[in-house]
């Protein structure tokens, strides 16, 4: 389960670290997309970049740390595959996931997203069973 538990925290990281990369194109991207004005769009981008950051290093603490962590990032990774799903039936080619070095089709994306909420799923349901042995 560690190695599932690194996999969605390096994913996590790697796309907070590539929008801000290129902060400012993935701004103007989200802006676009969103159809929100820049500043906005700026702030958006920048909470939705420590959110993922936060949520990459507490996935790294040890395993009795994290029973809220787990539900908050089904609900995360939910309202990444509603955005992309959305994002494809408005014909945009890039989701913006990656920022815009690694171009990622709302497609390929929501399937991402999708392999995501399973890993969660998976992690939550062996935390579970890892407290109850726990408390036994």
């Known amino acids: 389960m560690t190695a599932l538990r690194v996999l969605v925290a390096v994913t996590l990281a790697l796309s907070a670290l590539l ?5 400012a194109a993935v701004a103007i991207l989200f802006a676009m997309q969103l159809g929100l004005p ?35 990032l089904v609900v995360l990774f939910s309202t990444f595959l509603g955005a992309t799903l959305w994002l494809g039936l408005k014909g945009s080619e890039n989701c913006g996931c990656f920022g815009t070095l690694i171009p990622m089709t709302p497609l390929a994306s929501a399937l ?25």
């Open 19 to 23: 929008k801000l990369f290129d902060f």
């Open 38 to 72: 820049d500043a906005i769009a700026r702030n958006l981008l920048g909470g939705l970049v420590i959110v993922e950051l936060a949520a990459a290093i507490l996935l790294l603490l040890p395993e009795p740390r994290l029973p809220k962590l787990y539900p908050a």
């Open 112 to 136: 991402k997203n999708v392999g995501l909420i399973v890993a969660t799923l998976v992690l939550w349901r062996h935390s579970a069973n890892v407290r109850r042995v726990a408390l036994t």
